[in-house]
């Protein structure tokens, strides 16, 4: 009965990073709020994007204010926080807690135990940007308990993007040849995974991938496919 994308849970944060919330959504939109924030005050101090470790720093420091005081309770909230600036590509945790740390692929809010253990079988130097989208859909619907329907919403900060935060596109065409179809059959025992930072050329060859939306909804197919075969 819910509305399609009524209930976002990615959001921009600058042109160059953005935040991905898991746990009390009111929470998770103060988080960002409080990120929007930091980012537009340090570019108009200081006349450049924020960095990366500062901003994660910055909102570690914000959640963690929230664990001092008797009079306001904690964040219910985890945040995945992706940046890609002058050092490069980079994937933060902020947990509840206020600790933050740098993961190059990690999991937060419910079967984030499963999709940590698959991501930890992924190898993000070997594979590329739309490769990665390909395997994180895979991951979300195989750590999905539910029956019921549910919407996978995706967002990268890489090359492909222009390095700049937004959410997988939608977008029609894009080649031909079964490039995808061979990156599925090689991939297709892929287990439960999460949420990551992957920022690696596309292959170069006439057999060219299909758009990343189309990547998504093979790859959900599959996902689909492989767990139909599981329970027969």
């Given at each position: ?17 953005g ?7 009111a929470?998770?939109?103060?988080v ?11 570019k ?6 924020i ?15 929230f664990?001092?005081?008797?009079y ?9 926080l992706?940046?890609?600036?002058e ?15 740098r ?36 991951i ?9 329907p ?9 090359e ?15 080649g031909?040849?079964d ?36 990547l ?17």
């Amino acid at each position: 009965m819910l509305v399609e994308n009524s209930n976002r849970r990615t959001f921009p944060v600058d042109r160059h990073a953005g935040v991905a919330v898991a746990g009390l959504a009111a929470d998770g939109r103060a988080v960002v709020d409080r990120a929007q924030s930091e980012a537009q005050q340090y570019k108009g101090f200081y006349g450049h994007r924020i960095p990366g470790h500062v901003l994660a720093e910055r909102l570690a420091s914000y959640v963690h204010v929230f664990n001092l005081y008797w009079y306001v309770r904690p964040m219910g909230v985890t945040s995945l926080l992706g940046v890609y600036d002058e050092e490069g590509p980079a994937l933060y945790a902020v947990d509840p807690a206020g600790t933050v740390h740098r993961y190059y692929g990690t999991a937060v809010g419910k079967g984030r135990q499963a999709a940590r253990n698959e991501i930890e079988k992924l190898r993000p130097g070997e594979l590329t940007v739309r490769e990665g989208v390909r395997a994180v859909a895979q991951i979300l619907h195989r750590v999905h308990d539910e029956e019921k329907p549910f919407e996978a919403e995706l967002a990268w900060v890489c090359e492909e993007s222009g390095r700049t935060f937004q959410r997988v596109p939608q977008a029609s065409g894009g080649g031909g040849g079964d490039w995808v179809g061979r990156w599925a059959s090689r991939e297709r025992g892929l287990g439960s995974g999460a949420t990551s930072a992957l920022t690696h050329a596309i292959p170069d060859g006439s057999d060219g991938p299909r758009s990343a939306q189309e990547l998504v909804d093979e790859a959900e197919r599959l996902a689909k496919e492989a767990l139909e075969a599981e329970d027969m």
